[in-house]
């Protein structure tokens, strides 16, 4: 990890460009947030249906092999953001020979792979769940003796995009891994179903000060994350652990941005699950929670401007929203005062198609939101 942060006090006034590389949900409304504060945006995706370039000044499409079209494009920008995890570290490294890219790729390159994370984390003394790594089956027989079951059998690469995941509920189970481990090393770890899951969320700004959202509690449904809330119930020692760890990772990684730490919280303590090294989908709950998104801080700690003071405002509920669901939701549009509606522009999203977008409840007190959010029968 030797690539570093490179604006250091550089400024980036209005009227400077910015580049915008990768195809995450979070990518358009940065290029809007960016260009609302005045900045140019030139954004460079692999695809051409892809609403970013639309709401850009400038976009350009290609390969992220494609030396030339990558050189031109780091060559427009006074520097180039990530607005994704998915953003190949070969190409943001070559992009930096070009430009500045302020995120640096330190934090990226540890989250990508697995098992580097995990022992980064442990060097800095932080907990963090049980592992083994799996290469054929007699290793998964031995590590699942010690965890349990169920566990979950992840590639140590983590790609998004493409990689398979396994649920090992039983013996009879592991020879069906096989398959998956003829393509490469895994990673075993059990599958806690029972601990809330509490992500918190660091801006980094180029100087190295840092600002925190409000932690947040996430909620899955068949794997896929239902909603998000804010403010969550930690005792005062718990919420000082989590803190505690991401300024831990924070001092310790050099990098400028946004990244979220994610927790398993139960009542034997608290384990680090995994770090998000770029905008999340559970970012968008602090549209109304708090008085700065993240897509207006994080440019802010990017382009040399003081970062705000994060207050939160208002409980908050985010749930997200499939096409299913269309047909419920256009009673609630008519019905609740205190929902906004957000539909993702029509962007091709090959992992998760069928989302289209996701609801803020907002109110007085998290319970009341739930249960007024229960009764749709919606979710």
């Not at 983590?158 to 998956?180: C, F, G, T, V, Y």
């Amino acid at each position: 990890m030797t690539n570093e942060v490179q604006t250091q006090k550089q400024i980036i006034y209005p009227g400077y460009t910015i580049g915008i590389i990768g195809e995450g949900f979070g990518g358009a409304q940065l290029v809007v947030t960016a260009r609302s504060m005045g900045f140019r945006v030139v954004t460079y995706t692999t695809t051409e249906v892809n609403d970013m370039a639309r709401y850009a000044d400038f976009g350009m499409v290609g390969s992220l092999k494609d030396a030339d079209k990558l050189r031109s494009f780091a060559e427009r920008c006074k520097i180039v953001i990530y607005e994704s995890e998915k953003v190949d570290l070969a190409t943001l490294n070559y992009i930096s020979r070009y430009t500045s890219v302020p995120q640096g790729t330190d934090l990226l390159e540890m989250a990508q792979d697995r098992v580097v994370e995990k022992a980064a984390l442990q060097q800095m003394g932080i907990s963090v769940t049980t592992h083994a790594t799996i290469v054929g089956l007699d290793d998964i027989y031995e590590a699942i003796q010690d965890m349990g079951y169920p566990s979950m059998l992840k590639p140590i690469l983590r790609d998004p995009l493409h990689e398979q995941k396994m649920l090992i509920e039983r013996q009879l189970d592991i020879p069906k891994a096989n398959s998956l481990l003829n393509h490469g090393t895994y990673l075993l770890e059990p599958w806690d179903q029972d601990s809330r899951e509490i992500s918190i969320t660091v801006v980094k700004n180029i100087d190295g000060r840092e600002k925190i959202f409000p932690m947040v509690e996430n909620i899955y449904q068949d794997n896929h994350l239902k909603e998000t809330r804010v403010p969550v119930q930690l005792n005062t020692d718990q919420q000082n652990r989590i803190v505690e760890s991401a300024s831990r990772i924070s001092n310790n990684v050099n990098y400028a941005g946004i990244f979220s730490v994610v927790f398993y919280v139960n009542k034997n303590g608290i384990t680090l699950k995994r770090l998000i090294p770029s905008i999340h989908r559970s970012h968008n709950v602090f549209d109304t929670a708090t008085n700065v998104s993240v897509y207006e801080e994080l440019l802010r700690a990017l382009t040399g401007m003081r970062m705000i003071d994060i207050r939160l405002i208002e409980p908050s509920i985010m749930l997200n929203l499939n096409e299913e669901q269309l047909p419920q939701i256009r009673t609630q549009w008519l019905i609740k005062d205190n929902w906004h509606f957000k539909f993702y522009p029509r962007i091709t999203n090959k992992r998760d198609p069928k989302r289209i977008g996701y609801v803020l409840a907002e109110g007085d007190n998290i319970s009341a939101l739930q249960e007024q959010i229960d009764n749709t029968d919606v979710w």
